[in-house]
Every structure is written in C-alpha cells, then in structure tokens.
C-alpha cells in the first residue's frame, strides 16, 4: 500500500502566479484522480488555511465524507499565518479542533525567523501535552534550526509521534548545508521523529531538474540516520509547478536506489500506516 504523507488541497488555489482554473487547480477531485492514475492508495491532506481559505479545515473534513477510505485529515491548528498564532490557549484549541474535525493529526507551521522556544514554554508544553493524550500526530513545518527544541518536546512527550515536513527544511545547496543535515539527522536518535520524504523541489537548486541527483546526497545520508522512520510525501498540488506527481513518487521509488526493498515499502506506507493504525480514532 502507498500512502502520501503530504498533501494539500483548497477549494480556491491560494498562490502565485494565477491559475486558469483556481477553483479545481487544488481541488480534492484533482488529488484523487492523480491517486488513482498513479496507484496511490491513501493520502493525508495538510491544511492549511491561507488566503481566500481560511475554511480549509471544514472543506477537509468534508472531503472525508465523499472518501473516507482514501484521506486523513491533518487539522490546521494556530499555524504561523493564524491570529492565534502563539498565543495563550493553544492547548484549549486544540482540543476544540478535534473535537470539530476528524483528524488524526494536526499541522503546525513555524515562521522560518522564529527559534521555536515557544515549544518548550508553559503554553508549548501544556499543547504538546493534549496533542500526546488525544492521541494525535504532530505534522510539522520547520527549519532546520528549530530541532533542537523539537528534540525537548519529543523526549518530554515519547507517545507523541512527529513527522517533519520535506526533509526537516533542509536545503542540496547553499551555506549551512551540512550543519542542517546533522541538526535534522541528530533528531534520528528520538524514535518518536519522522521525516517525510518529500519536497525535492524544494531541496534543489534548479526545482525542474528531475530526478534531482543535485540533492541525492542529502536523502542517502537522511535515510542512512532515519531508515523507516521517514515516510514519503508528494506534495501535491504545489508540486505540479515543478514535477508531474508521478515524477514526485519516481524521485523516490525508482532514483532512490540506496534504498532496500524493504524499507522502500516501509517508507512508501507501510510506516505511516502503523502510525495511523495507532493514531486517534475518528468518525469520518
């Protein structure tokens, strides 16, 4: 089985440049047909209410209901865009978000300029705490310079599990390129830390050059740290303005060729599977 780690999907297409079509462009019909087209099974949908979008939650939730056995939510909840963003009563919020929606896990996205301290403070700590309790899975967006504190809250909470978007924010090229990739691969040593293995596009240096062999190198020596503890991802539908989603499973599947047979079907499902099977149980 083939489960997607990561993907998005808005009833309006929240970015530039313009689309013809913004209302189907990131639609959860499109998300399906490229499911079923390239023989992915499941995905989990990371919200994320943005611009015209802002009920990106309750138009998840209700794509549950037209594929319950195909998609997972991953709540939004007090993202770095959100006017709750850090601030007191995050716990309280997050209980109320599963409450309302029928999520396994929730996503939270770090603002790159942030040390992420937040996550260990009073109000960090009482939020992971609930999300631990409830049960849920931690999605979340960060830089690399925001493990350290990720590290705290994944030795605090060990029944928390945490999947790392697209790498951890790692970037092939540029400064810091390997002090980032040993600040993510030190995360390895915490069973409860996952990484998807996603966003090829964005480890890159030129996001159109597939199979991106520019940034092999990270992914070897992420998976000679991680093995099954990572889980892939497409990131579909902001993939298509670099790579078909075919090519964004091929990048993995077929030119990640370091990786066993087994580990491959851990890493294409069956890791993410266990931790869904695991997961909070919801009513869709």
């Not at 705290?152 to 390997?178: F, Q, S």
């Given at each position: 089985?083939?489960?997607?780690?990561?993907?998005?999907?808005?009833?309006?297409?929240?970015?530039?440049?313009?689309?013809?079509?913004?209302?189907?462009?990131g639609s959860v019909e499109q998300l399906i047909h490229q499911m079923d087209t390239n023989g992915v099974d499941r995905a989990t949908i990371v919200c994320a209410q943005i611009f015209r979008n802002f009920d990106n939650n309750d138009y998840v939730a209700s794509a549950l209901k037209r594929y319950p056995d195909r998609l997972e939510q991953f709540a939004d909840v007090d993202s770095m865009w959100s006017e709750t963003y850090h601030t007191p009563g995050a716990a309280t919020r997050l209980e109320q978000a599963a409450e309302r929606w029928p999520m396994k896990a929730f996503t939270h996205y770090v603002a790159s300029e942030d040390d992420a301290g937040w996550f260990n403070s009073p109000d960090g700590v009482d939020f992971f705490r609930v999300a631990e309790q409830l049960g849920l899975i931690a999605s979340i967006s960060?830089?690399?310079?925001?493990?350290?504190?990720?590290?705290?809250?994944?030795?605090?909470?060990?029944?928390?599990?945490?999947?790392?978007?697209?790498?951890?924010?790692?970037?092939?090229?540029?400064?810091?390129?390997?002090a980032n990739l040993e600040n993510v691969t030190e995360s390895?040593?915490?069973?409860?830390?996952?990484?998807?293995?996603?966003?090829?596009?964005?480890?890159?240096?030129?996001p159109w050059n597939f199979p991106y062999s520019d940034s092999r190198w990270v992914y070897e020596e992420a998976y000679a740290a991680f093995g099954t503890n990572m889980v892939w991802g497409s990131d579909f539908p902001?993939?298509?303005?670099?790579?078909?989603?075919?090519?964004?499973?091929?990048?993995?599947?077929?030119?990640?060729?370091?990786?066993?047979?087994?580990?491959?079907?851990?890493?294409?499902?069956?890791?993410?599977?266990?931790?869904l099977s695991r997961a909070r149980a919801v009513n869709k």
């Open positions: 089985m083939i489960i997607d780690s990561h993907c998005h999907s808005w009833a309006y297409w929240p970015y530039l440049p313009p689309v013809p079509d913004p209302e189907n462009h960060m830089a690399p310079h925001h493990q350290g504190e990720l590290r705290k809250v994944a030795e605090r909470h060990p029944n928390l599990n945490i999947l790392c978007h697209h790498m951890g924010g790692m970037r092939a090229h540029g400064d810091g390129a390997r390895s040593k915490l069973p409860n830390i996952y990484l998807k293995l996603s966003g090829f596009h964005y480890l890159t240096a030129t902001v993939v298509k303005k670099s790579m078909t989603h075919l090519q964004s499973l091929e990048a993995f599947r077929t030119h990640c060729d370091f990786v066993s047979d087994n580990d491959r079907i851990a890493i294409l499902g069956g890791t993410l599977g266990a931790l």
